[in-house]
């Protein structure tokens, strides 16, 4: 049995996948099957814009890791390659005026809702210009002028809050809707199955969207938890849900538009189990020797980048001068947002005091 290190870090036990090639060549023709069948409902702007979203997500990605590596940001950094098609394809089909939370692994999540690479890039490096102001790193993007509430470390910290914020607009009589991100490990927690049946007692136009990339931390799935279709877990408190392709961004779109139509119509929520998996370790410090170069080798048959761009190209959509043109345009922006976050200066001292209480202590709230 030969054992061997892979370029992802990833600690090998025989890697020989032979046996299940057929398997795995089979399962990406009839993805790529159906995605194609997606196509037709979507015109040629769009499906570029998607493209072009989860080409600068990893684009950025990548960087982030490279600057991690050199030591310009600090903290703990959650990567989401392999994953772009989740938050890509989900945001894509809200509104503006749309509500997002997340876990701490959404650096996608920010910039698809609409926060500037630079200003995402300038927060991980801890500085001013963040979005953040440089105090938040990582785990806490937030902008409330694009309604992107967090960025939340606590394990399924995030999914009350969203709740909240759901029936605030219910309460305000708005139809604007809430989409609240976590991972599967999140779906362990107690607030998880509180949130989920006063949601649905109360009616709240909230999507849960569980990203479930099979492993909280360095734990597997199979490992954590009794019952693993989480989809069906909404059957306990009467919730509609969909499970969901998540290395396709057409399916992810069309499955969190059928849940924002219920939100917003009839302020009823929906859970879905989008099913991903990530490339990367945990984070930057995880080296994931719990995981064979194998396993990774397989799901990144599925890459959704790679997958998206072929049914592109093979449909006479887009062709290689265009994802050429991609690949520069991505390029330049990522570097862009390197050259802000490097130039933008650190927070002042006087920041430390600011944002602790929502007025400051003496002063009456306006």
Same mark, same amino acid.
């Given at each position: 049995?030969?054992?061997?290190?892979?370029?992802?870090?990833?600690?090998?036990?025989?890697?020989?996948?032979?046996?299940?090639?057929?398997?795995?060549? /089979?399962?990406?023709?009839?993805?790529?099957?159906?995605?194609?069948?997606?196509?037709?409902? =979507?015109?040629?702007?769009?499906?570029?814009? =998607?493209?072009?979203?989860? =080409?600068?997500?990893?684009?950025? !990605?990548?960087?982030?890791?490279?600057?991690?590596?050199?030591?310009?940001?600090?903290?703990?950094?959650?990567?989401?390659?392999?994953?772009?098609?989740?938050?890509?394809?989900?945001?894509?089909?809200?509104? $503006?005026?749309?509500?997002?939370?997340?876990?701490?692994? /959404?650096?996608?999540?920010?910039?698809?809702?609409?926060?500037?690479? !630079?200003?995402?890039?300038?927060?991980?490096?801890?500085?001013?210009?963040?979005?953040?102001?440089?105090?938040?790193?990582?785990?806490?993007?937030?902008?409330?002028?694009?309604?992107?509430?967090?960025?939340?470390?606590? %394990?399924?910290?995030?999914? #009350?809050?969203?709740?909240? %914020?759901?029936?605030?607009?219910?309460?305000?009589?708005?139809? $604007?809707?809430?989409?609240?991100?976590?991972?599967?490990?999140?779906? @362990?927690?107690?607030?998880?199955?509180?949130?989920?049946?006063?949601?649905? =007692?109360?009616?709240?136009?909230?999507?849960?969207?569980? !990203?479930? @990339?099979?492993?909280?931390?360095?734990?597997?799935?199979?490992?954590?938890?009794?019952?693993?279709?989480?989809?069906?877990?909404?059957?306990?408190?009467?919730?509609?849900?969909?499970?969901?392709?998540?290395?396709?961004?057409?399916?992810?779109?069309?499955?969190?538009?059928?849940?924002?139509?219920?939100?917003?119509?009839?302020?009823?929520?929906?859970? +879905?189990?989008?099913?991903?998996?990530?490339?990367?370790?945990?984070?930057?410090?995880?080296? &994931?020797?719990?995981?064979?170069?194998?396993?990774?080798?397989?799901?990144?048959?599925?890459? #959704?980048?790679?997958?998206?761009?072929?049914? +592109?190209?093979?449909?006479?959509?887009?062709?290689?001068?265009?994802?050429?043109?991609? !690949?520069?345009?991505?390029?330049?922006?990522?570097?862009?947002?390197?050259?802000?976050?490097?130039?933008?200066?650190?927070?002042?001292? &006087?920041?430390?005091?600011?944002?602790?209480?929502?007025? #400051? +202590?003496?002063?009456?709230?306006?």
């Amino acid at each position: 049995m030969k054992t061997e290190k892979s370029a992802t870090g990833v600690m090998d036990i025989d890697a020989s996948v032979s046996g299940e090639l057929a398997t795995i060549r /089979e399962d990406h023709k009839q993805a790529k099957q159906a995605q194609k069948r997606r196509l037709g409902g =979507l015109d040629r702007e769009t499906l570029l814009d =998607l493209y072009y979203k989860m =080409l600068l997500v990893r684009r950025f !990605e990548e960087k982030s890791a490279e600057a991690y590596s050199m030591g310009k940001i600090g903290g703990f950094c959650h990567l989401y390659i392999g994953q772009e098609a989740v938050a890509v394809g989900s945001i894509s089909a809200i509104r $503006q005026d749309d509500y997002v939370l997340a876990s701490y692994r /959404e650096h996608a999540h920010a910039i698809a809702k609409g926060i500037s690479p !630079e200003s995402v890039m300038a927060e991980l490096f801890g500085k001013a210009g963040g979005c953040s102001h440089g105090k938040g790193g990582s785990m806490h993007m937030f902008d409330a002028e694009v309604n992107f509430l967090g960025g939340h470390a606590i %394990v399924g910290g995030q999914i #009350p809050l969203a709740t909240g %914020v759901a029936f605030a607009s219910k309460y305000k009589g708005t139809d $604007q809707v809430t989409l609240c991100y976590f991972g599967e490990a999140a779906v @362990n927690q107690g607030a998880f199955h509180e949130s989920l049946n006063m949601a649905q =007692l109360w009616r709240v136009p909230c999507v849960y969207i569980c !990203e479930n @990339n099979q492993y909280g931390m360095g734990t597997s799935l199979e490992r954590a938890m009794s019952f693993q279709d989480i989809a069906q877990k909404s059957c306990a408190y009467e919730i509609a849900s969909e499970f969901v392709d998540g290395m396709d961004v057409l399916a992810v779109r069309e499955a969190t538009q059928r849940a924002v139509e219920r939100a917003r119509k009839e302020y009823l929520p929906t859970l +879905l189990e989008v099913r991903t998996y990530r490339f990367m370790g945990h984070s930057m410090s995880d080296p &994931g020797n719990y995981r064979t170069r194998a396993e990774i080798e397989k799901y990144q048959q599925r890459d #959704p980048i790679k997958l998206f761009a072929a049914s +592109l190209k093979e449909e006479g959509i887009t062709d290689d001068k265009d994802f050429e043109q991609f !690949e520069a345009r991505v390029k330049e922006e990522v570097e862009r947002a390197v050259r802000f976050a490097d130039e933008s200066p650190l927070p002042e001292s &006087g920041e430390l005091y600011k944002d602790v209480y929502a007025a #400051p +202590l003496g002063k009456k709230s306006s």
